[in-house]
């Protein structure tokens, strides 16, 4: 398959226990996340949407009420912090904070909120744009100063971007308090059909495409209490789809930059990709989380707990 930047290529490999795919090579340089992030120009960047959202998030009173009605990756964080009795007050780290918009969200909430981020470019916007409160580096190495301090670990699409997730976890495990929550959303691979290859983003944005089983298994390595947030609840009250790729056949990709990050490809995009480029930031966001609300234009159905996203709550 080729990558996100021109003239690389990845073998796609499946476990034949628990399904979960990954790529070879396993790379994710620093360096090619700055691509990803637009290096010093993050607003003319591909992935521009993160810039977009951060600007969003900056103007709203509650942002994370916003983000939650936005997409269903952060309805998913909310209510396994509810559930967790995970009080405000509580002190969170949120590995993987990008632009930083969510760590700023859940400190607005009354949350104490840190960030830690891979790209150096993506910790000097966050930290000049919300304050300083990010910090550029990996958990492996955060861990080594940071042990037992934090009350929960976010990661929000970020296991399936690291070269080994037994370690990524065992150092969320480090800086947890005892009785700590780790909270995890990745892209679902169930709701695919079986056979279905590599569905998710251009490696090395993602290396992993998890199963439920994938990473229950992560949890069963380290003796943890695992268990998934049901998304029935919002599913009943939110408009949104599931996007499912097709089986045993092999996936078209074309790279996205070349190895200056210039697009090589630009689509018009869908319904949010034209609102972005004729509303404010803010505005956006809240027309986007009315329209999921909109559920009279979807028919009535049975909903189960299944989601387009795996979000797991890993209990120390």
């Known amino acids: 398959m080729s990558g996100y930047v021109e003239g690389t290529k990845y073998d ?13 090579p396993m790379s994710n340089l620093k360096e090619e996340y700055d691509l990803i992030y637009g290096k ?8 521009n949407y993160y810039y977009y959202i951060a600007k969003g998030v ?10 939650s009605d ?32 969510f760590t700023h969200a ?48 976010i990661a929000t699409e970020v296991i399936e ?42 490696a090395p944005k993602h290396l992993w495409w998890f199963t439920e089983s994938g990473l229950r298994t992560i949890a069963e390595h380290f003796k943890r209490p695992f268990h998934l947030v049901d998304f029935t609840e919002y599913k009943k009250n ?3 789809t599931i996007p499912t790729g097709t089986a045993f056949e092999a996936p078209n990709k074309l790279p996205v930059v070349d190895k200056n990050g210039r697009a090589l490809h630009v689509k018009s995009g869908g319904y949010r990709e034209r609102l972005m480029r004729i509303l404010p930031p803010s505005l956006y966001m809240q027309v986007v989380g009315i329209y999921h609300k909109l559920t009279f234009f979807r028919k009535a159905k049975k909903e189960n707990g299944s989601m387009y996203i795996l979000c797991a709550v890993i209990s120390k």
């Open 161 to 202: 971007h690291v070269e080994n997730p037994e370690s990524f976890i065992g150092a969320f495990l480090h800086v947890l308090k005892p009785g700590g929550k780790i909270l995890i959303t990745t892209p679902n691979k169930d709701v695919h059909p079986k056979g279905t290859i590599w569905e998710t983003d251009y």
């Open 238 to 240: 939110k408009l949104y």
């Open 12 to 24: 796609i490999y499946e476990c034949p226990k628990c399904l979960t795919s990954f790529v070879d």
């Open 58 to 67: 900056k103007n709203l009173k509650n942002p994370l009420n916003a983000l």
């Open 106 to 153: 859940l400190n607005k909430s009354g949350y104490e909120c840190d960030g830690l981020e891979y790209s150096d470019t993506a910790v000097s916007f966050a930290n000049s744009f919300f304050g300083n409160n990010y910090t550029q580096g990996t958990i492996e190495e955060y861990a080594k100063t940071h042990a037992e301090e934090y009350d929960a670990v």
């Open 40 to 47: 010093e120009n993050i607003k003319d960047a591909v992935y």
């Open 70 to 101: 936005y997409t269903a990756i952060y309805w998913g964080v909310k209510k396994a912090l509810e559930d967790g009795a995970i009080e405000k007050g509580a002190k969170i780290l949120e590995v993987g904070s990008g632009l930083g918009y």
